[in-house]
């Protein structure tokens, strides 16, 4: 019995000592192992907030110094993706000013709408300078003959309005030069791509069928300076520089600047035209063509990139007779418009920069046009 208690006692002093030294390692281990997390996690949140900082002071240097270096150039610091990322971020800023704008416009419609006999006046156009009143504007039938539209430019316009009629009607769905990039209902825009010299000149076409609305409304509200700045959001003023006719004038227009790129102005001619229908089953043809011209009265300056354009909008009119003795409404009209854009922006502006662009306002631009054409004749006698 005494030989089996000491043997006991031999053996207790020794586990005791090992469950010591195994708690006390573990202890001893535990503590090293937490420590060896929290100091990982504490590398990555100091690279974190380095990371932060190097671009926070990147932009406020490019914001600091505003100069050539970081603005569009042949010598621009800012590489492709940086001035995509700055002018996405631009527009998405000026399309909430519009959107706050557009909210104060709806809600002061009824003040600021305009009479009907103002609208219900055909060829309608005012200036600052111009002495007579809507309610002494021209007649369909003046509008109509180009022989009574004479002034310098008037082969030149001839030759467009024939161009536009020849080639920007031609249906370029089956082509394989045109990608069609957006599509979004009747709304239909195709661009070939074109570069000369480096710079973008890619061809725009955009089909679209608005209800209730005419060709003759939608050429004249597109046409019309006075209800330019209710439509037209990219612009930030313009003036007109001369009127040649009653129905041509020359247009000088400085557009919003979008940083990082530079600003843009252009100096156009506009004209509005009546085709009329060679067949009787084919409808009369309204249009309005702009393009870039010169003028003493508006040379190029420093301050602007003059980008050169050729634009046109063409609209006809389809007509859904009524049941029986029905008064043809605006129920029973449709417009369809094509809209062709030859945009020359100059500058250095990216390719893929522009391309984004073009992509992205110019259908926004159509709706936006359209829509404000639909509220305006809403209510009021038909313009065919």
Same mark, same amino acid.
């Given at each position: &019995?005494?030989?089996? /208690?000491?043997?006991?006692?031999?053996w207790k002093?020794?586990?005791?000592r090992?469950?010591?030294l195994?708690k006390?390692?573990t202890?001893?281990?535990?503590?090293l192992?937490?420590?060896?997390?929290?100091?990982?996690?504490?590398?990555?949140?100091?690279?974190?907030?380095?990371?932060?900082?190097?671009?926070?002071?990147?932009?406020?240097?490019?914001?600091?110094?505003?100069?050539?270096?970081?603005e569009?150039?042949?010598? =621009?610091?800012?590489?492709? $993706?940086?001035?995509?990322?700055a002018?996405?971020a631009a527009?998405?800023?000026?399309?909430k000013?519009?959107?706050?704008?557009?909210?104060e416009?709806?809600?002061?419609?009824?003040? *600021?709408?305009?009479?009907?006999?103002?609208?219900?006046?055909?060829?309608?156009?005012?200036?600052?300078?111009?002495l007579?009143?809507?309610?002494? =504007?021209?007649? *369909?039938?003046e509008?109509?003959?180009?022989?009574?539209?004479?002034h310098?430019?008037?082969?030149? #316009?001839?030759?467009?309005?024939?161009?536009?009629m020849?080639?920007?009607?031609?249906?370029?769905?089956?082509?394989?030069?045109?990608?069609l990039?957006?599509?979004e209902?009747?709304?239909?825009?195709?661009?070939?791509? #074109?570069?000369?010299?480096?710079i973008?000149?890619d061809?725009? %076409?955009?089909?679209?069928? #608005?209800?209730g609305?005419?060709?003759h409304?939608?050429?004249?509200?597109f046409?019309?300076?006075?209800?330019? &700045?209710?439509?037209?959001?990219?612009?930030?003023?313009?003036?007109v520089?001369e009127?040649l006719s009653?129905?041509?004038?020359?247009?000088y227009? /400085?557009?919003?600047r979008?940083w990082?790129? *530079?600003?843009?102005?252009?100096?156009?001619?506009?004209a509005?035209r009546?085709?009329?229908?060679?067949?009787?089953?084919?409808? $009369?043809?309204?249009?309005?063509?702009n393009?870039?011209?010169d003028?003493?009265?508006?040379?190029?300056?420093?301050?602007?990139?003059?980008?050169?354009?050729?634009?046109?909008?063409?609209c006809?009119?389809?007509?859904?007779?009524?049941?029986?003795?029905?008064e043809?409404?605006?129920?029973?009209i449709?417009?369809?418009?094509?809209?062709?854009?030859?945009?020359?922006?100059?500058?250095?502006?990216?390719?893929?920069v522009?391309?984004?662009?073009?992509?992205?306002?110019?259908?926004?631009?159509?709706?936006?046009?359209?829509?404000?054409?639909?509220? %305006?004749?809403?209510?009021?006698?038909?313009?065919?």
């Amino acid at each position: &019995m005494t030989t089996r /208690t000491s043997r006991c006692s031999l053996w207790k002093p020794s586990l005791q000592r090992g469950t010591e030294l195994l708690k006390y390692q573990t202890q001893r281990w535990i503590p090293l192992q937490t420590g060896s997390l929290f100091f990982t996690e504490l590398e990555k949140r100091r690279r974190v907030e380095d990371a932060y900082k190097s671009a926070v002071h990147e932009l406020k240097k490019k914001s600091h110094y505003g100069g050539p270096d970081y603005e569009e150039g042949p010598n =621009s610091l800012i590489n492709e $993706d940086e001035f995509f990322d700055a002018v996405e971020a631009a527009l998405d800023r000026q399309d909430k000013i519009e959107e706050q704008c557009q909210s104060e416009k709806t809600r002061n419609t009824s003040s *600021s709408s305009v009479s009907l006999d103002a609208y219900s006046a055909i060829g309608t156009h005012r200036f600052a300078n111009k002495l007579h009143s809507h309610s002494s =504007s021209l007649s *369909s039938t003046e509008l109509v003959s180009a022989l009574d539209d004479i002034h310098r430019f008037s082969t030149q #316009v001839e030759e467009m309005v024939q161009n536009h009629m020849t080639y920007s009607l031609q249906d370029v769905g089956g082509d394989a030069n045109w990608q069609l990039v957006i599509e979004e209902g009747e709304m239909k825009v195709y661009r070939r791509e #074109v570069e000369e010299n480096g710079i973008v000149l890619d061809p725009l %076409k955009a089909t679209h069928s #608005v209800k209730g609305v005419t060709g003759h409304e939608v050429c004249h509200y597109f046409w019309d300076t006075d209800v330019r &700045m209710d439509w037209e959001t990219t612009i930030e003023n313009f003036n007109v520089v001369e009127k040649l006719s009653e129905n041509a004038i020359i247009v000088y227009q /400085t557009h919003k600047r979008v940083w990082p790129a *530079s600003q843009r102005d252009v100096l156009y001619l506009s004209a509005i035209r009546k085709i009329m229908a060679t067949n009787e089953n084919d409808p $009369d043809t309204w249009l309005v063509c702009n393009f870039s011209v010169d003028h003493n009265n508006a040379p190029p300056t420093n301050r602007c990139v003059r980008a050169k354009i050729n634009v046109a909008m063409i609209c006809q009119t389809l007509v859904s007779p009524p049941e029986g003795d029905k008064e043809i409404s605006r129920d029973n009209i449709l417009c369809k418009i094509t809209y062709v854009a030859n945009v020359n922006p100059g500058g250095w502006a990216p390719a893929s920069v522009l391309r984004a662009v073009a992509k992205r306002e110019y259908p926004k631009f159509l709706k936006r046009f359209t829509s404000y054409v639909q509220e %305006k004749t809403a209510g009021k006698p038909i313009l065919f």
